[in-house]
């Protein structure tokens, strides 16, 4: 039921508003009113949590996830000082010397910081945090750049194992009696555990996508798109009882709700790592533009939230790529609404990473769109818009097109007052337009030295690097204008010299001295 003083105190830890030293009482209440009182309520919370992350399509949910995740790892470490004793479930029950089961506390280093389970295949992320393999991965699929632990941009996507810790974690199990974790292989991988029942409820719906009743095709697709977003589990099912073909023959139905049920529920059931290459192998991309170009704004919405999802995979960036998804995903960035641009401006990031997928954006008109939103006074995808704008800035067309709208004061003014990430894009950007003295001289026009020297000595690690190579070649810019002007100052003295002819006088002489003094 509706609960103000709830609602209030949620929002102020979430905004970090509250009293610090009310900051236990609020928890308190909290951790009993979201029912978050034991790990396993925890772990539960903190894994689902993660899924909507990999289940939000296009939509980049950013510094909403790393405030929940702050929120309830503020819940965690609340419920674990108030009972100490308390550890998550273990598999393997300890007894002790009368013969008891007794509870393992497990040390906190030896958890992954997403799951909060007993680390089986811990690895080292670029800014040095560990992290179970498995829900890292998830964490980097679903199209993060960030460490979910420190909020860091990582630079890279490597991940080293740990094998220190991987020692440590199995030596402790030892000594407390406990099997150690073993680490996953291809036969852990997920498989469907569907009761005859729930298969049964599965087969029924697909005999009604197969039916002649437009109807009945339209119920099941619904149903199947809620089966679908509840779990793994079902995701599971689904594909494996046939699910994708039928649902791929609905994309192109002429019943448009019908449509947007069936790109929802391939929406839902990518989620599924596996599922992803069941997709593009029954080769659904071109029926899932259709919809992209045809659909409703809903199903317009939703199959770009799909095809965000299938180019985590860098081979599927090429398939997209070459099915005239792009163009169409413009289009939806110009006139979808809030939540359809951003779907579209993920997709469109993901998929030009691939580089030749940049020049069919470019030619398809991304750039004046992207300008549009980078100045647009909103705010409003500014960060999606800078984003994107750094990785076209690479390629030939992106630069002439990026150059030709005037872009300078814009990137100055984002280099000295954007935040960290947009900084590291605006330079990033200007390092790529440098090529040309022109954008160099209306930079040193616009007072680029400034901010470039503040954001070298303070900017992430991408930004910092940018700088410093956009100093230098300011700083080369500007000693060869130097010399450009004295040069053009000197055969300025010349000529006069030559033009005093015979009647020189040692006043004259005088003159061009002072002037070749002063240059």
Not at 211 to 221: F, K, V
Not at 290 to 299: D, T
Not at 418 to 429: L, T, Y
Request: include cysteine; charge should be negative.
């Amino acid at each position: 039921m509706p609960d103000d003083e709830f609602y209030h105190e949620l929002l102020s830890l979430y905004n970090k508003s509250h009293d610090p030293s009310a900051e236990l009482d609020i928890l308190g209440r909290l951790s009993e009113k979201l029912h978050l009182t034991t790990i396993t309520d925890l772990t539960q919370e903190s894994l689902a949590l993660h899924e909507m992350v990999a289940s939000g399509g296009g939509n980049d949910p950013g510094e909403h996830i790393e405030k929940m995740s702050m929120l309830l790892k503020k819940i965690k470490d609340f419920v674990q000082t108030q009972n100490p004793e308390m550890g998550p479930p273990v598999t393997t029950k300890v007894m002790d010397s009368n013969g008891e089961p007794r509870p393992i506390n497990i040390p906190d280093e030896f958890r992954c910081p997403i799951s909060l389970e007993l680390m089986k295949d811990p690895v080292i992320v670029a800014t040095g945090q560990t992290y179970e393999r498995a829900f890292i991965e998830k964490w980097i699929a679903s199209g993060h750049h960030t460490c979910p632990n420190t909020q860091q941009r990582m630079p890279n996507t490597t991940l080293t194992p740990n094998y220190v810790l991987r020692s440590l974690i199995a030596q402790w199990c030892e000594a407390n009696g406990i099997d150690p974790p073993k680490r996953p292989t291809e036969a852990d991988k997920p498989t469907s555990s569907c009761s005859p029942s729930e298969r049964a409820i599965i087969d029924a719906l697909l005999s009604k996508l197969c039916s002649a009743d437009p109807e009945e095709q339209r119920s099941a697709a619904a149903e199947l798109r809620l089966l679908a977003k509840r779990n793994a589990n079902n995701r599971i099912c689904i594909a494996e009882a046939g699910a994708i073909p039928l649902l791929l023959s609905l994309l192109s139905s002429s019943d448009l709700q019908t449509q947007e049920h069936a790109v929802t529920a391939l929406l839902n059931l990518s989620i599924h790592e596996d599922n992803k290459s069941s997709i593009i192998l029954s080769g659904a991309v071109p029926g899932i533009v259709h919809v992209l170009k045809n659909g409703s704004m809903q199903a317009r919405e939703n199959a770009a939230a799909t095809l965000f999802s299938l180019s985590v995979v860098d081979e599927y960036k090429v398939t997209i790529g070459g099915t005239g998804a792009i163009p169409a995903l413009v289009v939806l960035l110009s006139e979808g609404s809030p939540r359809g641009m951003k779907d579209a401006a993920a997709a469109l990031f993901n998929l030009c990473i691939y580089q030749g997928n940049k020049g069919r954006a470019i030619r398809a008109g991304l750039v004046p769109l992207i300008m549009g939103l980078v100045t647009n006074p909103t705010g409003a995808l500014l960060d999606e818009a800078m984003a994107i704008l750094s990785i076209l800035s690479s390629h030939p067309e992106g630069k002439a097109a990026i150059g030709a709208a005037e872009p300078v004061p814009v990137l100055v003014e984002m280099i000295g007052s954007g935040s960290p990430r947009n900084r590291e894009n605006a330079a990033a950007v200007m390092l790529h337009l440098s090529v040309h003295n022109g954008h160099l001289a209306r930079a040193q026009e616009c007072g680029i030295m400034v901010p470039l020297r503040e954001l070298a000595l303070n900017g992430t690690d991408r930004g910092k690097r940018k700088a410093v190579q956009l100093l230098e070649r300011m700083s080369r810019f500007l000693v060869m204008q130097h010399e450009d002007t004295v040069s053009q100052q000197l055969d300025e003295i010349e000529r006069q010299f030559a033009a005093l002819g015979p009647n020189v006088t040692e006043a004259d002489l005088e003159q061009l001295g002072e002037q070749l003094g002063y240059l």
